[in-house]
Structure formats: structure tokens, C-alpha cells
């Protein structure tokens, strides 16, 4: 839930004016491989699997330099990360599906088998996507398209899946890895990590250890009253212990714990002038008469019980996790000119909020065995949330001593989340060529609301209690047929959605009546797929294409009423897409790669309080692209690589024409190009990396919602060219 104090300037603005945002080696195979996956919560062929499916090695994400959730998919096109202010804060969309400040996270995020974050607007979860490090990590699958029947609320838009490296009982293993990077106009900054595996018997139990600290250089300067260099930096530091435990051939147990701080000394914000599109002052700089630091703790302890009974496999996974933010925002240069005709000289305005969720989950499935003329699957979900959210949004007087002011708005959120859900899909493999598909899941929640709020801003204490019950049903259809033995065609048909939920039940202050309703639905989605993919050329050529349609109903927006936040359900959008992957295998050293996307998005009925017929969603490009060539092979008769990408983004908006909380601002189209390369020596491989080749200032993405009171757009900017070197030894 974005803060109350983010909608209130518009209420009170009235009534001023009245008074007067595992790591390959070098040596990368270079004969093509099966890629597999497990999107399909199979592990099976990518080429198999009749959606679009991106697989991200971890290994090559760490020698380009990777650190944040915006680095991994930067080069995926059709995907857009909205920076949220820095590491740990950003929502994801993929094919278009957003509306800018999202309600509930429309990309769900799984780490293994474990699901993420929030399922609700009143703790930040679609903000939070799970900017998780590199930290001992096998790879990271991205699933294009709705993914509601098998993993539930929030996927309407797509997946994000960190799959890590599993203990391994048979041979003692390690890693350790120092990295450097300097980045231009900032500070250093440095990494250290280790990961060590020991067998603790023989082909039967393994324990594998990861720890890891990022320490990131500031490049962002501050002016003003809580001036500043190079103010955003932070450390980034975690640790992940995993057992797992095979005594027999049917039982495998594993067990995960996963610990990670993010804190940052400031946001990555920076000040542009909404008209002009430039900054407001110099480039990199933030007015600030407040410092913006954050801190996200993040805990996830996991139990993956499996046995084979032969004719199925069952899986029973529970999870518990944590997840706490704390953070402040300069609010100063909107509410201070907004109260000086009350009397009010105020030197700072800042918010302080504290979000915390607890959330266990259980599930189990039922696997049956592959290859086989029928294969299903079927599983039960169960989620149990508890969400905090408190706020203040405080102020300090002008003049010497700078006293405290008035707490201009004090709120106490607390909610609670309940959903149990049935899923299931059947395959038929009609003959060796074709495969038909489909699959269901019923969910129900039940949530509780609870909002206590006063201050000054608000005039009297509200004290605001609202429930709700929903249940939601999705659906999926494919159909896979193989032209030869190495190319597929495949349509798909994908429902998604995001649950409803209780609203605050305020009251017109003039007539009494209810102003918002006590409850919103949930919002849904229809996607239709055509795709093709085929290694062709006696496999040097990856083709993979797809088109699709998706229609969007119900749409979940933010409202203001009297100046608080409710979710309302209005409109209608259609999304329109086409999506082109090429890698080519020249020789056995080789690699090029190519991606292009190309994405209308667009209101399809007229949203009130979004925007009209025909209004283009924002975050989404037209026409994204990246293009890359590596080579693997050998120098000076060592082992050695080297890399180059570049990636295209269209322009985008960051809001809507003619609205008044979400004013629209466009953000230009952009080109970057990074450079990688690495040797081998003995057990050492040393890896190099040069980001942002060159040193373009990209504008990645815009928060509008002061921009009517006169403030700023919170612009984030792409990080300025910036050189790292790696030493891993493995042993």
C-alpha cells in the first residue's frame, strides 16, 4: 500500500487554497545443450514447454556485473522493472500488464518451489518484488504470460522463478569470490562471497553454505538542507544454509533457510523538470531537506519433503517467511508550501514507515511420472499472511533548534490474508506429435482490514475496520505439435488474476453516506498465445516466436477519496504483442544472440480515475530490443571469454494524459551497451565487466504523483558507466 500521506496533498489542497514512487566456468560449453526448466513444475525441455520461457544462467549474470533485480532482466525485452527508489524496491511487468502504481504485484515470484511477498495492497508487496542476490543461485526462469493455475494470485502478468543450486552428498565443493567496481563521478564499491558444500554421508546427505556482503558506491548527489555526495550508498549482505537428505531412492529432504539485508543511506532518486524533461539542476543531484534511508530484512525457511510412490511423486512443501521495511521519505517540498497559509513554517516534512508481513504457506502436489500417454498434476495451497503497516508523516519547525512540529498524520494498518486453493492440469499425448493440455485452480481468501488513523491533516480520528471474501477460478489450455523432432508450434490459453479484498469504508464529511465501497473485486485477465520453436541448421539456430492477445477486465486502480487511498474496479484494456528470440552457433566458440519485442497496450474502455478510451499503459515500449555475441575459447593458451551487449528501449509513459494524481510524463527512448570478458588460471577464473559503455544518462523510470503541487518527477536514472573486476577460486 503506497502511504496515505502520497493522495492527501490532494484532498487538502482544496482546503488550503480556500483558507487563501552456479556460475559456469569460462569455458562455457560450447556445444548447444537441453536447456531445462521447471515452469511447468516439471523439469523438461525448453523447447518443450508451450509458453515463452527465458532461462538466465546465474554465472553470467555475476560476470556482467548483476547486483539488483533491474540488472538481471535489463536485456529481457517486453519486461519492465519500476525502480522503486533503489535496491529492494520495484514491480515488475511483463507484456504490458500495468498500470503504472499496481495495486497488487501482477508478476508473481517464487524461489523454488517457495512463493513470495505479499498478496495484498497493504504492506508494499507490489512494490517489493524480491530483489534477491546472486547468492549461490543455479539460474533464473522468467515465464512470459499469465500464470494463475499453478501458481495462483498475482501471476496474471507472468513469473519470476530464482531456482538455486541444490547440496550435493557425493564431493566436497567450494567458491570464493572478491569483486571491485568503481563507478564514474562515485564511490567504490566491493563484494566478497563464498559457498561451500560438504557431504555429510556419502551419496545419502549434504550440507551446502552461502554467504555474501555487496557493499554499493554512492553516485547520486544531495543539495539543499541535507546536502550531500554520492548519498545512495548501502550494503547489501545475506546468507543461505541448505541440507538435503536422499536415504533411500523414493525420500529426498531438503531444507533451506535464507537471510538478506538491504540498506540503503538514500533513495536513487533524482530530481527532472516535469516540462522540460531535463534535470532540475545538475545531472545526478537531488534536492533534499530530508535524507530518505531505507532497510529491508528479508527471512525465508523452507521444508521440501519428496517421495516417489512410483505411480506419482508427492511434494509437501511448507514455508515461513518474514519480510520488514523501514523507511523515510522527504515529503518537505510538497506539504510545506501546502500548510504556509496555516500559519505553519515548516523545515521538514518526511514520512516514517514501517511495513512488516509474515506469511506461511503449505502446499502439496501430486506429480505423475513423465513420458507416459496421460501425465497430470494436482496440488492443494494454503496461505496464511499477516501484514503491518504503520505511518507517520512528521514535521520539524523552521528556525533555530528546529523543533518538532505537528504530526501531521499518524496511521496503524494492520491486515490479514487467507487463501486456500485446489489446482490441477492433464496432458494427453494423443500421438507421439501432439499434446493437448488443460488445467484449473479454484482459490478462496478471506482477508480482514483494520486502519487507525489521525493527525492533523485528517481533522478527526478514523478508526476503520472492513472484510472481504473472494473466490477466484483460472483456467489453461495448450496445444503442442512437433513439426519434426527439433521444432514445435503451440497455442496457449491463459486466464490470471489478482484477488479482491476489503477496502476503507470512509463517509462524505457533508452527507454521511459511504464514499468508497467496502470492498474491491478481483481483477482478471485472458491471454491467447501462438508460438513457435525450433533448433534448426543442425541446431546452430535457437528460434523461438510467439504472438498473443490479452484482454484485461475489471482493472484494480488506486482512488482518492477524502484523500485516502481505496482500490476501485473500472475499466477495460487489450494488449497486443509479438516476441522474436535468435541465438546462432556459428562454430563451437561462438554465441550470438537477438531479441525483439514489440507491445500495444491500451485502455479499451474508459477507466475513471486512469484515463480514457484508447490511453496507453504505462512503463511499456512499443519496441524493445537487445542483441549480444560471446565468445568462448582460449588466449595466450588459457581458457577465456569475452562478451558485448546492447539493448534498445522505446519510449514509454510513466502515467496518463489528463490525470490529475498520475500525471503523465514521457520517458525517451534509450541504447545502452555493456562489455564483459574473462581468463582462466587454474582454479582462478578473474572476470571483468564495463557497464554503461557509454556513460548514457537513461531514464529508467518517473514518479509523477507530486508533480501537480509543483514538485519534481522522482526520476530513476541508469546507473553512470561503471568497471568491476572478479577473482573466483573454486576448489
Known amino acids: 500500500m503506497l502511504p496515505l500521506a502520497l493522495l492527501l496533498p490532494l484532498a487538502f489542497a482544496g482546503a488550503a487554497k480556500a483558507q487563501t514512487a552456479e556460475a559456469p566456468a569460462a569455458t562455457a560449453a560450447a556445444e548447444p545443450q537441453v536447456v531445462t526448466v521447471s515452469a511447468n513444475r516439471r523439469r523438461e525441455p525448453a523447447r518443450e514447454v508451450p509458453m515463452q520461457v527465458d532461462m538466465l544462467p546465474a554465472g553470467q549474470l555475476e560476470q556482467a556485473g548483476a547486483k539488483m533485480l533491474s540488472d538481471y532482466l535489463a536485456n529481457q525485452p517486453g519486461v519492465d522493472v519500476k525502480n522503486g527508489g533503489g535496491a529492494g524496491f520495484g514491480s515488475i511487468s511483463i507484456r504490458g500488464v500495468s498500470t503504472g502504481d499496481q495495486t497488487i504485484a501482477t508478476v508473481g515470484t517464487y524461489i523454488d518451489d517457495v512463493a513470495y511477498g505479499s498478496s495484498t495492497p497493504f504492506a508494499l508487496g507490489s512494490v517489493t518484488s524480491l530483489d534477491m542476490a546472486l547468492l549461490d543461485l543455479h539460474h533464473i526462469e522468467l515465464l512470459r504470460g499469465p500464470q494463475g493455475t499453478l501458481y495462483g494470485a498475482g501471476a496474471m502478468g507472468g513469473l519470476l522463478k530464482y531456482v538455486t543450486n541444490e547440496p550435493n552428498p557425493r564431493e566436497f565443493s567450494g567458491k570464493a569470490a572478491v ?63 541448505s541440507v538435503l537428505v536422499e536415504p533411500g531412492n523414493k525420500l529426498k529432504v531438503r531444507l533451506t533457510a535464507t537471510a538478506q539485508n538491504t540498506r540503503r543511506d538514500s533513495t536513487d532518486y533524482v530530481d527532472y523538470d516535469a516540462g522540460t524533461g531535463r534535470p532540475s539542476g545538475r545531472e ?16 525465508i525457511a523452507a521444508a ?107 496511521a496503524s494498518v494492520p491486515s490479514e490474508y487467507r487463501e486456500l486453493a485446489a489446482y490441477g492440469d492433464v496432458t494427453w499425448n494423443a500421438t507421439p506429435r501432439l499434446a493437448l493440455t488443460a488445467g484449473v485452480r479454484v482459490a478462496r481468501n478471506e482477508q480482514d482490514y483494520h486502519q487507525r488513523a489521525s493527525g492533523m491533516l485528517l481533522g478527526e480520528a478514523t478508526d476503520i475496520v472492513s472484510e472481504s471474501k ?73 528460434v523461438e516466436a510467439a504472438v498473443y492477445d490479452i484482454r484485461w477486465d475489471d482493472i484494480q486502480q488506486f482512488y482518492a477519496v477524502n484523500g485516502i487511498n481505496v482500490i476501485v474496479n473500472a475499466g477495460k484494456a487489450h494488449i497486443q504483442g509479438a516476441e522474436l528470440n535468435l541465438q546462432y552457433r556459428p562454430t563451437a566458440s561462438w554465441q550470438l544472440n537477438g531479441a525483439l519485442t514489440w507491445i500495444d497496450a491500451r485502455l479499451s474502455e474508459d477507466a475513471p480515475g486512469l484515463a480514457r478510451d484508447g490511453a496507453r499503459l504505462p512503463n511499456t515500449a512499443r519496441v524493445s530490443a537487445s542483441i549480444g555475441a560471446r565468445y568462448n575459447g582460449e588466449l595466450a593458451g588459457r581458457p577465456a571469454y569475452a562478451g558485448i551487449d546492447a539493448r534498445y528501449v ?69 546507473r553512470p558507466r561503471t568497471a568491476g573486476v572478479m577473482l573466483t577460486r573454486e576448489f
Request: glycine share 12%; net charge neutral; no cysteine.
Open 284 to 299: 545526478l543531484t537531488r534536492h533534499a531537506a530530508l535524507r530518505e534511508p531505507y532497510d529491508i530484512k528479508v527471512r
Open 650 to 718: 522505446g519510449k514509454r509513459n510513466a502515467g496518463f494524459d489528463e490525470n490529475p494524481t498520475l500525471p503523465n510524463y514521457v520517458l525517451p527512448s534509450y541504447a545502452m551497451v555493456n562489455l564483459q570478458a574473462g581468463m582462466t588460471f587454474g582454479a582462478t577464473t578473474a572476470s571483468v565487466y564495463v557497464n554503461n559503455l557509454l556513460d548514457r544518462r537513461a531514464q529508467l523510470a518517473g514518479g509523477t504523483g507530486f508533480v501537480p503541487y509543483g514538485a519534481p518527477v522522482n526520476m530513476t536514472v541508469q
Open 304 to 410: 521440501d519433503i519428496e517421495y516417489d510412490f512410483g505411480w506419482a511423486r508427492l511434494n509437501a512443501i511448507t514455508a515461513r517467511q518474514t519480510n520488514d521495511i523501514d523507511l523515510r521519505l522527504d515529503y518537505t517540498g510538497v506539504y510545506a508550501p501546502l500548510l504556509a497559509p496555516l500559519g505553519l513554517d515548516l523545515a521538514g516534512v518526511g514520512v516514517h514507515q514501517s511495513t512488516r508481513v509474515r506469511k506461511w504457506t503449505q502446499e502439496f502436489r501430486l506429480t505423475s511420472p513423465a513420458r507416459r500417454t496421460v501425465e497430470w498434476l494436482a496440488g492443494l495451497f494454503y496461505d496464511d499472511q499477516r501484514g503491518g503497516n504503520e505511518q507517520l508523516l512528521g514535521s520539524t519547525l523552521a528556525g533555530a533548534g528546529a523543533a518538532p512540529g505537528p504530526d501531521l498524520l499518524r
Open 470 to 542: 473472494d473466490t477466484s477460478t483460472t483456467y489453461m489450455a495448450t496445444a503442442r505439435y512437433a513439426l519434426d523432432a527439433t521444432s514445435n508450434v503451440y497455442v496457449r490459453a491463459a486466464s490470471g488474476y489478482r484477488p479482491g479484498g476489503p477496502n476503507a469504508v470512509l463517509k462524505d464529511f457533508q452527507t454521511g453516506a459511504t464514499a468508497a465501497p467496502p470492498t474491491f473485486d478481483h481483477d482478471e485477465l485472458w491471454s491467447y498465445e501462438l508460438g513457435y520453436k525450433a533448433d534448426l541448421l543442425g541446431r546452430k539456430l535457437g
Open 179 to 241: 569483486g571491485f567496481s568503481a563507478t564514474r563521478g562515485g564511490r567504490p564499491g566491493h563484494t566478497e562471497n563464498i559457498v561451500l558444500n560438504v557431504p555429510l554421508r556419502e551419496n545419502v546427505a549434504a550440507l551446502r553454505v552461502a554467504a555474501f556482503t555487496d557493499k554499493s558506491g554512492g553516485y547520486i548527489d544531495a543539495t539543499g538542507p541535507a546536502a550531500g555526495a554520492n548519498i545512495n550508498g548501502g550494503r547489501n549482505s545475506g546468507a543461505r544454509v
